[in-house]
């Protein structure tokens, strides 16, 4: 079984930045894609950046130029460095992760998320 696992979330004031990391574990062969995903109060599901094995990012238009997506394919984890944070940016981030796995099946993960609390 894959588990992803995320941290770096908590309080920041609009304008400042945080980032945010996630470590994947388990019978692991590769990684695809990762990827962050928020879920903000009232909103539905929204993509922020994704990264492919290979490094080709992604990003949802709220985040271009203020968020950086990264991964360090021998820690199998990704990162978000987020700046010049906005009110609109607090919500439940989680990173995802599809791949293969150590006896050769395809796996997609969601990790449990980190709150981030942008304060105005």
């Known amino acids: 079984q894959v588990q992803l696992v995320e941290s770096g979330g908590g309080l920041v004031q609009a304008g400042g930045s945080l980032t945010l990391s996630c470590a994947a574990s388990g019978s692991i062969f590769s990684i695809n894609n990762m990827g962050w995903y928020r879920h903000g109060p009232g909103k539905g599901r929204e993509m922020v950046a994704t990264?492919?094995?290979?490094?080709?990012?992604n990003y949802a238009d709220s985040a271009k130029g203020r968020f950086t997506i990264s991964r360090d394919n021998a820690k199998k984890s990704v990162y978000l460095q987020m700046n010049s944070l906005k009110a609109e940016d607090t919500a439940v981030y989680c990173c995802?992760?599809?791949?293969?796995?150590?006896?050769?099946?395809?796996?997609?993960?969601w990790g449990q998320g980190t709150q981030v609390t942008v304060s105005s």
């Open positions: 990264i492919t094995s290979g490094g080709s990012a």
């Open positions: 995802t992760a599809d791949g293969t796995t150590g006896w050769g099946s395809e796996f997609s993960a």
